[in-house]
Structures are given as structure tokens and as C-alpha cells.
T-cell receptor
Framework: DAGITQSPRYKITETGRQVTLMCHQT?????MFWYRQDLGHGLRLIYY???????DKGEVPDGYVVSRSKTENFPLTLESATRSQTSVYFC????????????????FGPGTRLTVL | AQKVTQAQTEISVVEKEDVTLDCVYE???????LFWYKQPPSGELVFLIR??????QNEISGRYSWNFQKSTSSFNFTITASQVVDSAVYFC????????????????FGQGTILTVHP
């Protein structure tokens, strides 16, 4: 199906474990983003990517690693999960360039609820 | 640094009341974009509106209206004749733009306002 998907939708893990959250989009959008949502903070940017093999840190990158070998995929890895990383994670994408009604609009995935025990 | 403040953490109204959600932003950019997103209880983020910094025209879409005032750095959102289905968390967000007017699209979100509409 066309769109942006995230997997898993729910994940429970333990402190110290490695966890990878997957994000896949079918629009061939150049830009992709990872945000985390926490009560009282809204959504905060973790990492973003302007194209395959181009990634950069956002506001809260510590403890996370990303890669983007293919345009359509943007996985987020917690190398050693901590309780403070319990959150809802949203992936988003948008096309590059200007013009058009979708210019600058980000399309969000359904989110992944991660619990770290 | 960019910042978005939604001072109202929670708002509770009765159906058919009008309600305004406040959003105040800070940015050094002269070109920027402002957004409102809705997050219903199901959890997904729904795009409502985008406004660029050069367009201060207010906008109305059905029961929704937005008031953008650069002089006060505010982008408030009003729901007229609220309905139970309007119950959600509403986020205001700000996006930078470079000198060419394009943007990587990184969003800075406010803390969100929880709106509850009672029947």
C-alpha cells in the first residue's frame, strides 16, 4: 500500500537491549525524519535525512543511530535502550523542492509505542 | 533557536462552544512556516494547515479558522461550534526555511493542547 509505515507498532524491551524501529515510505520522498513524543514536550526531532546516505542530528539524538541506505527506508536504532527512551516514535517524510500543495508538508507514519523496562 | 509555546495544556468545553487554541512562536528566520496538526485518540497525526511567513491572511476551513499575526508572533486556531469529534491533542509547529525559501522541513513542535469536547 502507498504511504508511510512503521514497524513494529508496539514494542516492549529491557534496559540495555538493542532495538530497531523501521520506517518505510512508498512516495520516494527525499526527506525523512524521526521524532519522539513525550508528555509535556510535544514531538522532538531525533534525526533527519535529506537523501540516501545523508543524515544529520536533530534536537535529541543521544542514544540513537540512524542509517539510510535506500531512499524508502529510514531505520532508527537504540543501541542500548534506557528507560528514558520509553516514548512514542513517529517517522515522517516529505518531498524535496518547492511548489505544489504538498510543499513543506510532512507526512507522518502511525507511530511506534516503545516501552523500555 | 526556534521555539513554539502552547500555553494551554488542557481545555475542556461543551459541545457547540467556540474554542481558541493559542500558539506563540519564536524564530530569527524571516522566512518560516507554521503548521497545525491534530492527534485524535487513535494516535495518528493529521495535518490541518500550513502557513508561510509572508502570508498573513487569516484562513477559514469549515468550522476551523486560523489567525496569524506576525506582530505578536502568534498563530491561533479557533474551532467554531465544537463537536465531540474535535476532541484531540492539537499541536502547533514551526519550520525553518533557508534564504531561497525552501526548507529541510525540520519541525519544532509546541507541547500540545489537549482539547476535550463534552456532549
Amino acid at each position: 500500500d502507498a504511504g508511510i509505515t512503521q514497524s513494529p507498532r508496539y514494542k516492549i524491551t529491557e534496559t540495555g537491549r538493542q532495538v530497531t524501529l523501521m520506517c518505510h515510505q512508498t512516495w520516494s520522498h527525499s526527506y525523512m525524519f524521526w521524532y519522539r513524543q513525550d508528555l509535556g514536550h510535544g514531538l522532538r526531532l531525533i534525526y533527519y535525512s535529506a537523501a540516501a546516505d545523508i543524515t544529520d542530528k536533530g534536537e535529541v539524538p543521544d542514544g540513537y543511530v540512524v542509517s539510510r541506505s535506500k531512499t524508502e527506508n529510514f531505520p532508527l536504532t537504540l543501541e542500548s535502550a534506557t528507560r528514558s527512551q520509553t516514548s512514542v516514535y513517529f517517522c515522517a517524510s516529505r518531498p524535496a523542492g518547492g511548489g505544489g500543495s504538498s510543499y513543506n508538508e510532512q507526512f507522518f507514519g502511525p507511530g511506534t509505542r516503545l516501552t523500555v523496562l | 533557536a526556534q521555539k513554539v509555546t502552547q500555553a494551554q495544556t488542557e481545555i475542556s468545553v461543551v459541545e457547540k462552544e467556540d474554542v481558541t487554541l493559542d500558539c506563540v512562536y519564536e524564530t530569527r528566520d524571516t522566512t518560516y512556516y507554521l503548521f497545525w496538526y491534530k492527534q485524535p485518540p487513535s494516535g495518528e497525526l493529521v495535518f490541518l494547515i500550513r502557513r508561510n511567513s509572508f502570508d498573513e491572511q487569516n484562513e477559514i476551513s469549515g468550522r476551523y479558522s486560523w489567525n496569524f499575526q506576525k506582530s505578536t508572533s502568534s498563530f491561533n486556531f479557533t474551532i467554531t461550534a465544537s463537536q465531540v469529534v474535535d476532541s484531540a491533542v492539537y499541536f502547533c509547529a514551526l519550520s525553518e526555511a533557508n534564504a531561497g525559501g525552501t526548507s529541510y522541513g525540520k519541525l519544532t513542535f509546541g507541547q500540545g493542547t489537549i482539547l476535550t469536547v463534552h456532549p
